[in-house]
């Protein structure tokens, strides 16, 4: 009897425990729906705090379900022989039928880090959905899919890592074509204006239906769908031989601007400053390809957020150089064509330098400091067919991740540098026209001067022109020409050298042959 009545008075003990946390919980889930007035660190406080008092939350039987017009919290109780958990809101009861279908999937292996060193005779297992999205607000205005946001912990610590994936699905009641769509999470310190940022890293995104979105993420946190508008679609087996092409046109480009530095330098000195402006535009273009390389080839989860950062500023930095340098032939390429008299810039090449070298590192690092996160990965989607419809794969690489960035300093500096350069060129050809016109017959010299302007300013910057044109009928044809012509670009600079060193060469011998027939002359 004595016992009987202990066992019934520890009973009471836990339900009046009860009675008194559940409230407690579902006042502070009622709280954090109310956005007016509430900031980051508001946000990041009451749901630490909301998940160690569902973690200590005490009660009976092996699940708990609390829940409030937008929050919805659940527990459950664990063994080191969890046998895997599937969680779906199209089974469990008291769902609203406003909110749209979600589901998760633990794995069996959920459990075996925290049981690797000892058996705890309990675990617990907490999942925290939140149907509005004010509390995960970063310094982007991202859009998530449905505003839906999907959490779960194990337990006190944290869990990454995980040999099989966390499974979540995200349903919408339209279909999601004309959107890139990428399986995120949130990570907390990532932003400077917020408590955190959402992040691809350890998530794998698959679209099984147009309607749907699944994502197979190594860790447990909080999750969401991002969503963005898209242009028209790169099919996904476009992918491996896009790659293939980039890869190699670099390697090859690497090598010849190589090569071409040490022709440079064991050919005899120059006083003019056209062969330094040449070999700059080179040195940009070995930078490029090095830096592109480096980027897609290191995005994460290879390597941490803030080496993603720098690999990004660094390839952003060698396309404005690389563009600058362009622009600064064509420059160059007028004052040799269109001058009348001898035109003497004081210190010409230090200024160039300075421009071409200087100007894109201030704009690089003047981004850095206002706002880092313009760089890091970026999320690059190709679309894949699919029985019901298009779905989406994502590759991530170290780039500009703000849109505006990318339209003003990348497409629009791209723009306007190749628009230059073809002003110059056709101006270019004008002149010479007129040249032959005015000689009766055409002189060697001629179609000399017109394959050194074609390709000093065709090469230099007018294939760039080729990213305007991706839209439409014209984007496939467009990526494969861009990307051959593009990677390729420090060979095709390599040809040009070839061919004007042979040249000089040749003057060189004619001057030389000139000078000895007329000392036996005379």
């Not at 200590?56 to 379900?65: E, M, Q, V």
């Not at 749907?212 to 993420?217: M, N």
């Not at 897609?296 to 340098?325: F, G, I, N, R």
């Not at 294939?463 to 420090?490: E, K, M, R």
Request: proline share 5%; charged share 10%; glycine share 6%.
């Amino acid at each position: 009897m004595a016992t009987n009545r202990l066992l019934q008075e520890e009973r009471l003990a836990q339900i009046s425990n009860t009675t008194e946390t559940l409230p407690d919980i579902l006042n502070m889930m009622k709280r954090l729906e109310k956005p007016v007035g509430r900031s980051g660190s508001y946000g990041v406080r009451h749901i630490h705090q909301l998940e160690q008092k569902l973690l200590n939350a005490s009660f009976f039987g092996y699940n708990l379900t609390l829940q409030t017009n937008s929050i919805q919290s659940l527990v459950f109780k664990l063994s080191c022989d969890f046998p895997g958990l599937s969680l779906s809101s199209v089974t469990m009861r008291n769902i609203s039928k406003a909110w749209a279908p979600h589901a998760m999937q633990f794995p069996a292996e959920l459990t075996k880090g925290a049981c690797a060193t000892s058996r705890p005779a309990e675990l617990r297992l907490i999942c925290i959905y939140f149907f509005t999205s004010h509390l995960f607000q970063d310094g982007h205005n991202s859009t998530l899919l449905n505003n839906y946001i999907l959490g779960a912990q194990l337990d006190h610590s944290p869990l990454n890592n995980l040999p099989k994936p966390v499974n979540i699905s995200f349903w919408h009641n339209q279909s999601l074509e004309g959107y890139t769509v990428t399986c995120v999470f949130w990570k907390e310190g990532a932003s400077k204006r917020s408590w955190g940022s959402w992040s691809p890293e350890g998530c794998y995104t698959e679209q099984p239906s147009p309607s749907q979105v699944l994502c197979h993420c190594n860790h447990l946190t909080y999750f969401a769908v991002l969503m963005q508008l898209s242009g028209d679609p790169v099919p996904a087996e476009l992918q491996v031989p896009l790659e293939y092409i980039s890869f190699v046109g670099c390697i090859i480009s690497i090598v010849a601007s190589l090569l071409i530095i040490l022709l440079y330098a064991h050919s005899r000195k120059q006083s003019d400053s056209v062969p330094h402006i040449h070999m700059n535009l080179n040195g940009s273009v070995l930078l490029l390809n090095v830096a592109f390389l480096l980027s897609s080839q290191m995005a994460p989860p290879m390597v941490p957020t803030s080496v993603c950062v720098v690999l990004a500023a660094l390839l952003h930095y060698a396309l404005l150089s690389c563009l600058t340098w362009m622009a600064i032939e064509g420059f160059n390429l007028y004052l040799l064509l269109g001058r009348v008299y001898n035109v003497y810039i004081r210190r010409y090449l230090l200024k160039l330098c300075v421009l071409g070298w200087g100007s894109p590192a201030l704009l690089v690092l003047l981004l850095l400091a206002v706002k880092s996160s313009v760089y890091g990965p970026c999320v690059i989607s190709f679309s894949k067919s699919q029985e019901n419809g298009t779905g989406f794969q994502n590759v991530s690489m170290c780039w500009v991740c703000s849109p505006i960035v990318h339209r003003v300093l990348v497409m629009g500096y791209g723009g306007l540098t190749s628009l230059f350069n073809l002003v110059v060129l056709a101006w270019a050809l004008w002149i010479l026209c007129k040249l032959r016109a005015r000689e009766k017959a055409l002189s060697p010299g001629a179609y000399r001067d017109t394959i050194m302007v074609l390709g000093l300013t065709v090469l230099l910057g007018t294939t760039w022109a080729l990213a305007l044109f991706s839209f439409g009928v014209f984007l496939l044809p467009q990526l494969f020409l861009f990307t051959i012509f593009n990677s390729l670009y420090g060979f095709f600079l390599f040809l040009w050298f070839c061919s004007q060193r042979r040249y000089s060469d040749a003057e060189a011998k004619a001057e030389m042959e000139a000078v000895s027939s007329s000392q036996v002359t005379h």
